[in-house]
């Protein structure tokens, strides 16, 4: 493995100058603490203390820290055995030849045309149709290579796991105001194929190895590669990102981010949720005001105010304006089209139902029929006049005119505010109408995941069934007939037992009784817990509740809620998630209200 920059036996932060500060700031030494000895490291059980950023005060000069040291990005092996460009790039499609998208025109397309790039003037004369080129050997090579991973002895994985360790202790941290921070994304991205989301237009094409010239830098400066030279070294304390590339394909900057769980991506989230409660104290009046702009007199207006009606009431999102075939045809509420929509006056003119159908982020498809409100359904009908199925429903509007009214509505407002102010509320909602005082702690965590359900409803956050999902359902079933069986094994044990005790009446035939009871409780609740677990698993096989939970919802609803009925937050979230929300544990009383 080929690493940049070159390792070093310890990171040690040095002083760095920030153009707007007067001295340099250097890291202040930490203390021990009692029982650990200067110089030893800390026993591996012993948590580390961590950052209670959020009790300290907030810089209001928008910087974003005053001291940054970091070791920059882990680059791509270089390609092994030779330096030849074409036949690098047929190992990307040779690799692939067992996936679907190697099956598709556009993407076989795009590919055969950036090979060619790559091949010197005898290979493009001798290379001219896709379809005669056999990769079916370097496919072969690379099962083999997966397959001899797998086989790989204990000892060989230890020492692989122990550089993988080695690498994240060296490149995958950073030093920020006097913390060790975890970066996220440390390692930068090989090169190979570009796949998109959905039916994109450029997938096929070459993504290119990005190289020390292509990186900036921010804030320090570690050595890079020998021989070569980063493209800038920055020291920008106003951003959050540690290192920068333009990528081939769009055209897009990539980013290296600190982790979830560091500070700056917690006042982040933490500001976005306080945006979103802020949202809940005036969105009586903006609903009032887009309602009355229903009826004015602007077309402008009314679309507007439609628009911002369904972005309210159905979580959708404001719809990103892009380039013609820059990417799939998906769309977003100012983006929607007259075929995405049918309008259904029902029950002889006394509701009235639109019916959208259309591919959203991801291309994941979105079909809702729903009814809506008399004015809004005549002004539909309105725009929907003397035009054809592929214009526009919303004309005269997009995205920034609608993101600038939403400024002048509320500071901070947005499309996206809106929809993690409904996930948020929904969830609360939620949680109170389904939770029981009289259920098990199993009972009110699946209460706990139909409440999230509902919000990836709302936000129309679904996914395609496991691949395992029969087979594993097969397998749960299997353990809950076999539980069903020691049920009734266990019932007659206890009906037996009973039995013998009346006959027999002496202390060691009512321990036998009080023991065989206990049995078929834990077995009661093995099996419940069981049937519970299959019910949450079949609710759940076209519902992605995470991304909702890690992005729209106020994980101090939920820590609230498990204070509340004490149930363990590790039911809800797992170790990287509580991590990233340490601040709301913190925080979230069981009396906590969005």
Same mark, same amino acid.
Not at 90 to 116: C, E, Q
Not at 353 to 373: A, H, Q, T
Not at 464 to 472: N, Y
């Given at each position: ?234 020291? *920008? ?65 009314r679309q507007r105010a439609v628009a911002l009606y369904f972005i309210d009431k159905l979580a959708l999102r404001a719809g990103n304006e892009k380039e013609e075939g820059e990417t799939a045809d998906t769309v977003g509420c100012c983006s929607l089209r007259v075929e995405h929509i049918k309008l259904y006056p029902e029950n002889d003119g006394q509701e009235f ?21 008399k004015r809004v359904f005549k002004n539909l009908q309105l725009f929907m006049e003397n035009k054809e199925k592929d214009d526009d429903l919303f004309d005269r509007l997009n995205t920034s005119v609608l993101n600038k009214h939403l400024q002048e509505l509320m500071d901070g407002l947005t499309a996206k505010v809106f929809r993690t102010f409904n996930a948020s509320i929904t969830l609360q909602q939620q949680l109170v109408q389904l939770t029981s005082a009289d259920e098990n702690p199993t ?41 069903? *069986? ?6 007659? *044990? ?96 069981? *009396?906590?209200?969005?």
């Open positions: 493995m080929c690493i940049f920059p070159p390792p070093s036996s310890e990171f040690k932060p040095k002083k760095l100058k920030i153009e707007n500060d007067k001295k340099d700031i250097k890291p202040k030494k930490t203390r021990n603490k009692p029982g650990v000895a200067d110089g030893k490291k800390k026993a591996k059980n012993e948590p580390e203390e961590k950052w209670k950023w959020w009790e300290e005060e907030r810089a209001t000069d928008g910087s974003k820290w005053k001291f940054l040291e970091h070791r920059g990005p882990v680059f791509a092996p270089p390609y092994d055995p030779l330096p030849n460009n074409a036949e690098e790039v047929a190992t990307f499609f040779g690799k692939m030849l067992d996936h679907d998208y190697t099956t598709k025109d556009i993407f076989r397309k795009n590919f055969f045309k950036d090979w060619k790039k790559e091949m010197n003037a005898e290979e493009k004369g001798k290379i001219t149709d896709l379809k005669k080129c056999n990769f079916s050997e370097i496919n072969d090579y690379f099962k083999a290579q997966s397959e001899a991973r797998k086989a790989k002895t204990k000892d060989q994985k230890l020492k692989l796991k122990e550089e993988n360790e080695r690498l994240l202790q060296e490149y995958g941290f950073c030093i920020m105001d006097n913390h060790r921070e975890r970066i996220a994304n440390f390692r930068i991205e090989p090169p190979g194929l570009f796949r998109g989301r959905g039916d994109h237009p450029k997938m096929g094409m070459l993504k290119r190895r990005t190289r020390p010239k292509d990186i900036i830098i921010n804030c320090s400066n570690p050595d890079p590669p020998p021989g070569t030279k980063w493209k800038e070294v920055r020291h *920008d304390n106003k951003v959050t990102w540690l290192v920068s590339w333009t990528e081939n394909i769009q055209g897009s900057i990539k980013y290296i981010m600190l982790n979830p769980s560091s500070r700056i991506k917690g006042e982040k989230d933490w500001q976005k949720y306080e945006t979103a409660r802020r949202l809940k104290k005036c969105v009586e009046r903006l609903r009032t005001q887009y309602r009355e702009d229903w009826k004015s007199k602007e077309m402008r207006i139902v639109v019916e959208f159908d259309f591919l959203g982020k991801d291309s994941i498809r979105y079909y809702n029929k729903v009814p809506v409100e009972a009110k965590i699946l209460s706990y995941n139909r409440a999230n359900r509902a919000v990836a409803i709302l936000c129309n956050h679904q996914r395609a069934p496991p691949k395992t999902f029969e087979k594993s359902m097969q397998n749960l079933q299997a353990k809950i007939d076999t539980k069903r *069986d020691q049920l009734v094994d266990a019932k007659r *044990d206890v009906k037996s037992s009973k039995a013998d005790a009346k006959v027999r009446r002496d202390e060691k035939s009512k321990k036998s009784v009080e023991a065989k009871k206990k049995a078929l409780e834990r077995i009661e609740d093995q099996l419940m817990k069981l049937e519970v677990q299959a019910t949450d698993r079949e609710e759940n096989k076209q519902i992605a509740l995470g991304t909702s939970k890690l992005n729209y919802l106020d994980p101090r609803i939920s820590v609230a809620w498990c204070k509340k009925w004490d149930i363990p937050v590790e039911k809800i979230y797992n170790k990287t998630q509580r991590e990233k929300f340490a601040w709301a544990m913190d925080m979230a009383e069981e *009396d906590y209200e969005f």
